[in-house]
């Protein structure tokens, strides 16, 4: 049978299944042949917050969307072209972001009468008319796996959880993805089981028959490979992207990594991460709580460490005291928000942007610390180099916001040079620096205000810090109430004169009235929606900040040149509150706090009303 | 005893500290910052005690450094003329933590109190003698919080009238001897501020020991306390309650026909009987080496109800890999293994393709 091939420029498939499933593996896998075929790509997991909740329930769907393309693409994607569907469950949960037409591959062995009534479908969705505004596909695939891997010395349950593979057979199929490095990745997942490695492979070529011969399937798609920046790339998440930005930070640095951190969901990945780099000479270390992981990082920065501490929202909250003995005491160390719902617990999966006010305030006394946010899951490389630059030549405290989003989504990155990196280093003191030979613990560089940092082990300059305000210069106990006064602008003046780059805008009409600005994780469904306002004849400025403390010094200037400046947050409108404070300006937010990211067409249609009101 | 353990005595702990090679006196460890405790406090003598002690170690000052929480006895680094760090409340023995793992070339000592180290901080102290940090951590009990001006603290006798509890204490206090050695702290080992050989004598072992050592010391506050050890001080009572424990003797205490010895208990603990009335063979012999610290802890419990007799001196004292140690030979192993790394080979790693 011959098949028609019909050229896409881009598609967003989803798979979902349950957390057993193995979705979050298929999803990485197709990720991976997408990647090597050459597609630009954006990657979105969604797992449920339970580690294994009930089997064929809703709470235990997890699911994986990929969204590739011919040109280079900016988010995983609002609705998916393609869903897989490997149980009710999965269909039932996913349904409802999927638009009439799309494809649904649905795995028939599943939608059991029992499987059914847990979801609560009255009769079988794929037996009644239900789904006849989709492209349904029923296909038996774990019974088809089971068949395909009939005398494999393998047993029936280890033949079922191959389903996956079958599927992702299928897709690659559908997708004429090339097939070899995962034939390759079984081979080596499955390297002690050699019999499970190759029922898996059997089963992934089997699925690649299944859509070459079988009449459900007619159609199979080409996208193109994108054009993007010559180089060598990778595939990488935000997480992966911060743990190697916070290792180049140190090795840039020329400072040993110090992580003291406490396993929080989003963040525990940075801390496996770092854990498997012992050879950079990175110490990690799991502390028996939140405070004790920062106040550990902070000690390894009076020894000379760069210390860092990861944590999410509750983490950033316990450790706050301690931020502020960084600040007083003016010693390096970088703090990983990777933000997630809150207040509280809130939902430790989801994805929100609420804790910039807490970064910037969320400490006693004035304690100003410079805070910045990765715009994509590959730019949180650059912003933890960038964390580990003002850190160091500034002696500060430094707050890096990732989240949810950025931390678990993952695009294609080109690798830098090593030599493109800069170097950050910024010498011990090791000579007096008073007179008689005395050494002042705070005497500030004019230029850039930073103390002197001298380390244990170095003879003659022995001195003490802490929590108590210093006099300045000597560092010793004051309680001078002008030396108060002149410490708290002293440390205000020295984060306010961090050298930032510029606010760069992105208006290609260059006479656009309206300006979109953003921060952090929302840069990629902003361009995207700016991107297609633009596309529909309009025109809209668009802006993003990645250093949220100090702003860029042409910030007002910016917000000033607009008509109107619309500002999308996941929270309720923390930094157009700051902004709106700062310059007058009347900031329009739009705020939406439901633990995903925004979409590219929600946020047109918004940018499409600012405009209309011009 | 293992040998291990006599190399520590011998000043294995402190073998990757680098000596110094000028002679140092009291003074050289005393900085330029007038001492602001209150006149008569314990503290002074403790901080006469260590400055005058520091110079025995015949260690480089720049590599000893004194890390304290908040309290009145958190101020004692400022008056150290080494490295310090005045932290923050309860967190010291984090902070030195983080401290002590990256940088085993420097003695770390930790200064606390009742209330900093066993309320506030009580998880970090718990752990880090569980991980056996190389850190040494002197805990002054004064059984009082001074610098709050006078409320009850952890360490506090049930039943304590202070402003905060004016119908008195409810709470049963910590032994921080049996808490320490409920964690199974390598080095244990209380003195007093008043008795400055003995504390002398416990600090320098501590200083030898390379692991976590906690060193309970008994501190009057004359302002809110004033008076708690005068039992334990006075020449009239102070022979009849203290127990002094020194490793491989036999443990007797008291005078003339109230001498007493300990023995283990039929109820498998430790108990005090009268000297005329057990055997030679049946008085308990003190093994602070013993890997197993149930005795240890049994022994702690002698003051009980309190100050009925209190074991003074080295209750434990074992030789285990500390966690720098461990921490840092992992590193080690893991650059032999694999050599070190190279940045531009971890970015490059993993599935790569090439654009152009």
């Keep these: 049978m011959t098949k028609q091939v019909q050229q896409l420029d881009r598609v967003i498939i989803r798979f979902a299944g349950d957390s057993g499933d193995g979705m979050q593996l298929t999803g990485d896998r197709f990720t991976a042949e997408t990647a090597q075929f050459g597609n630009d790509l954006s990657t979105l997991p969604n797992f449920p917050a339970e580690i294994r909740a009930p089997a064929g329930t809703l709470p235990g769907v997890s699911s994986f969307q990929l969204h590739f393309a011919d040109h280079d693409i900016l988010t995983p994607g609002d609705a998916p072209n393609v869903l897989v569907a490997m149980n009710p469950a999965a269909l039932k949960a996913n349904i409802g972001d999927l638009p009439r037409g799309a494809d649904i591959i649905a795995n028939t062995d599943e939608f059991t009468k029992r499987n059914l009534q847990k979801v609560g479908y009255p009769g079988n969705p794929l037996e009644d008319d239900s789904l006849k505004e989709w492209r349904l596909h029923a296909v038996p695939l774990t019974s088809l796996t089971v068949r395909a891997l009939d005398g494999f010395d393998i047993s029936k349950k280890d033949a079922e959880r191959a389903k996956n593979m079958f599927a992702l057979g299928l897709l690659s199929w559908m997708y004429n993805r090339p097939t070899e490095g995962t034939v390759k990745f079984l081979e080596s997942k499955f390297a002690r089981k050699p019999e499970i490695a190759k029922a898996n492979i059997a089963a992934f070529q089997a699925g690649w028959n299944y859509g070459e011969t079988t009449e459900s399937f007619s159609v199979s798609y080409e996208i193109k490979p994108a054009t993007l920046t010559p180089g060598v790339y990778r595939n990488i998440s935000g997480n992966q992207a911060l743990a190697y930005g916070l290792i180049a930070g140190a090795v840039q640095a020329k400072l040993p990594l110090f992580l003291g951190s406490y396993p929080i969901t989003p963040a525990s990945d940075i801390l496996h991460e770092l854990s498997k780099h012992k050879r950079f000479g990175i110490r990690t270390f799991q502390a028996e709580d939140e405070i004790a992981g920062v106040a550990a990082a902070l000690g390894a920065s009076f020894g000379g460490s760069l210390g860092v501490t990861t944590t999410s929202g509750p983490g950033v909250a316990l450790k706050a005291e301690t931020v502020g003995l960084a600040v007083t005491t003016e010693l390096p160390l970088i703090v990983v928000d990777v933000q997630r719902a809150g207040p509280s617990t809130g939902m430790p999966t989801k994805t929100e942007q609420t804790d910039l006010l807490m970064a910037m305030y969320g400490r006693n006394g004035e304690s100003p610390v410079p805070v910045l946010a990765p715009a994509t899951p590959s730019d949180c490389f650059t912003m933890a180099v960038e964390a580990a630059r003002i850190a160091v030549k500034y002696r500060t405290p430094v707050m890096l916001l990732s989240d949810g989003y950025l931390a678990n989504g993952s695009e294609p990155w080109r690798i830098p040079e090593v030599s493109e990196l800069p170097d950050i280093s910024a010498p011990f003191t090791t000579e007096a620096n008073g007179e008689d030979g005395t050494y002042l613990p705070f005497k500030r560089d004019p230029e850039t205000l930073a103390r002197p940092w001298a380390v244990p082990g170095t003879a003659g300059l022995e001195h003490r810090i802490g929590g108590i305000e210093k006099a300045d210069g000597t560092g010793n106990i004051s309680y001078d109430p002008d030396n108060h006064d002149r410490m708290v602008r002293l440390r205000q003046a020295k984060i306010d004169g961090i050298d930032v780059p510029d606010l760069t805008v992105d208006d290609p009409s260059g006479d656009a009235r309206v300006l979109v600005l953003g921060w952090g994780s929302t840069y990629g469904p902003i361009a995207a929606a700016a991107r297609r306002v633009r596309a529909a004849g309009h025109k809209v400025a668009q802006a993003h900040l990645r250093h949220l403390n100090p702003l860029p010094a042409n910030t007002g200037e910016v917000l000033r040149s607009y008509d109107k400046v619309l500002l999308p947050e996941i929270n309720l409108g923390q930094l157009a509150m700051l902004l709106r404070a700062r310059f007058l300006v009347d900031v329009i937010s739009y705020n939406r706090v439901r633990g995903l990211p925004f979409k590219a067409e929600e946020l047109a249609a918004v940018i499409g009303e600012v405009i209309e009101s011009v | ?356």
């Design chain 2, 1 to 356: 005893m293992s040998d291990s353990f006599n190399g520590g005595l011998n000043g294995k702990g402190l073998a990757l500290i680098p000596r110094t090679d000028s002679k140092q006196t009291l003074k050289d460890f005393k900085s330029d910052q007038e001492v602001r405790w209150c006149p008569g406090c314990g503290d002074y003598a403790i901080l006469a005690a260590v400055q005058s002690f520091l110079p025995e170690l015949g260690l480089r000052r720049e590599n000893i450094v004194f890390v304290s929480g908040i309290g009145c006895s958190s101020r004692f680094p400022y008056y150290l003329n080494t490295y310090g760090f005045h932290s923050i409340h309860g967190r010291a023995p984090a902070i030195a933590t983080g401290l002590a793992a990256s940088r085993p070339d420097l003695s770390v000592w930790v200064i606390t109190g009742d209330g900093d180290a066993l309320s506030i901080g009580g998880n970090h102290l718990i752990h880090a003698l569980r991980r056996n940090v190389n850190l040494n951590i002197l805990l002054f009990n004064n059984r009082i919080y001074g610098l709050t001006k006078g409320q009850y603290s952890p360490t506090s006798e049930i039943g304590k009238i202070t402003k905060s509890t004016p119908m008195g204490s409810l709470d049963k206090p910590f032994n921080p001897i049996s808490l320490a050695l409920g964690a199974e702290a390598g080095f244990v080992a209380r003195t007093m501020d008043s008795d400055r050989k003995h504390l002398q004598g416990v600090l320098r072992q501590a200083a030898e020991h390379r692991g976590a050592s906690l060193v309970e010391i008994y501190q009057n506050c004359n302002i809110f306390n004033d008076g708690a050890f005068d039992t334990l001080k006075d020449p009239g009572t102070r022979d009849e309650i203290t127990v002094r424990l020194e490793h491989g003797q036999p443990i007797v205490f008291g005078t003339g026909e109230n001498e007493r010895a300990v023995r283990l208990s039929p109820t498998g603990g430790v108990e005090v009987v009268r000297r005329a009335e057990v055997a030679d063979g049946e008085i308990l012999v003190h093994d602070a080496h013993n890997p197993d610290p149930s005795l240890a802890f049994a022994l702690s419990r002698l003051d009980e109800p309190a100050f009925e007799h209190v074991p003074m001196g080295v209750f434990r004292s074992i030789d285990r890999p500390s966690y720098d140690h461990l921490l840092n030979e992992q590193l080690a192993t893991a650059t032999a293994d694999k050599g070190e790394g190279s940045l531009a080979d971890l970015l490059h790693g993993g599935d790569t393709w090439t654009i152009g």
